[in-house]
């Protein structure tokens, strides 16, 4: 299984990314997806997730609002889209896959399969 995300890079702060992560060897329309992010010295934060079921979104308070998680079904990709990013939302961002209940959606601990990170800095 490769979940290879992308789309990470340095913008300025009121601007837009959209992160992309294609898994291959996975369905993922089978598997709850999410977005994670990590800075350096602290734990990994949800930002959002899919659930394989329904397709229902769910946002981190941070992200409500200003970001949108998507499934291409026929590509197999999971986007997130960022507006409005700020200098704290500065991080390596990494797509997961699992099978988690609803209430456990948003523990890192839960998800099976992890991809390597893409990095997003937000300059003021």
């Known amino acids: 299984v490769q979940l290879q995300a992308s789309g990470g890079g340095l913008v300025q702060a009121g601007t837009s990314l959209r992160l992309s992560c294609a898994a291959s060897?996975?369905?993922?329309?089978?598997?709850?997806m999410a977005w994670f992010r990590q800075v350096p010295g602290k734990e990994r934060e949800f930002v959002a997730g899919?659930?394989?079921?329904?397709?229902?979104?769910f946002y981190a308070d941070s992200a409500k609002g200003r970001c949108t998680i998507s499934r291409d079904i026929a590509k197999n990709t999971v986007n997130l889209q960022m507006n409005d990013l700020k200098p704290e939302d500065t991080a390596v961002y990494f797509c997961?896959?699992?099978?988690?209940?609803?209430?456990?959606?948003?523990?890192?601990?839960?998800?099976?399969?992890w991809g390597q990170g893409t990095a997003v800095t937000v300059s003021s």
């Open positions: 997961a896959a699992g099978r988690p209940a609803l209430s456990a959606i948003t523990y890192s601990a839960i998800y099976h399969y």
């Open positions: 060897e996975l369905t993922i329309s089978s598997y709850t």
């Open positions: 899919v659930t394989w079921s329904g397709g229902r979104t």
